[in-house]
């Protein structure tokens, strides 16, 4: 069984444990815009792609599926989801997996506006958004919004183009900059008419990350609740696994009724007593490493299930209490 990352990037930790999990049965091949990516040093064997919105790229990449007999892929970019999602036919025609949810599921996720949404539909709380400037000053003068005020991109990734307000000037002022400066980045590909910068609540207290797991099929199999205690970057920098039956129910709404594929790695916020749901990411995100390592092996129940094989439940869940952190080391880049 040979599986493709693309857009590989940083991720070498994930491409190490499926490498694990795999063992002799597989090969992880991967693949970016840079040979240089330091998760290619973790790949069997690595390709280099043009951009994701490069009219070659996914051509490029069923070439390299056919060539190397791959077997499943995995994204680990926001920007490609939708890309791949679209084309999932393609590559399902000659016998390739392409794990990564539906396009609805993508647009639900990657349109902060409809996250909001769409998390107040299952009955469960969202920080105050908006899309409109004016509606949200509005917000402000009748007492229904109040700062501070976090602005950044409606399509977005990372922690790209976030900013954080006190007052109407800033406000104002930021909006207007932050308009232009979206235009310049890559996410101008992916941003939409000309709403495209999401005006919300800045909620403070106790951040939670939560890896959300289904199936293959959008089954919903577990969650996997952990504590951030500090960040780096946008990504979890050190956590704790959790036992909070709280926000595992909050993963079992999501997973049940999103039906996602794979991995959903959701940030939620606490504050007084009430947990709010931020982002809903359907993809392994900077969290996951800390789920693994306490015990969660959800690789394996990906290549068990790729193989058409049924899974122990047990395997999907963690050790509560344990803590990770994060370091920096160098790997060598060779040709």
Known sequence: MNILFTCAGRRTYLLKYFKEQLGDKGLIIGTDMQLSAPALTAADIKEQVPAVYDKNYINTTLEICQRHDVNAIISLNDLELPILAANRQKFEDIGISVIVSSPEVIDICFDKLKTAQYIESLGLKSPKTFVSIEESIKAIDNGRLKFPLVLKPRWG???????????????????????????????????KGDNYILIQEKIEGQEYGLDVMNDLKGNHRAVSVKKKLSMRAGETDKAQTTDNEQLRHIGNVLGNNLHHIGNLDVDIFEKDGIYYVLELNPRFGGGFPFSYEAGVNYPKAIIEWLAGNEIDSTILQPRYGETFAKCDYLVKITD
């Open 157 to 191: 990734s990372g922690s790209i183009g976030i900013e954080f307000v006190n007052t109407i000037e800033e406000l104002k002022d930021t909006y207007a900059l932050l308009h232009k400066k979206i235009r310049k980045t890559i996410l101008s590909n992916a941003s």
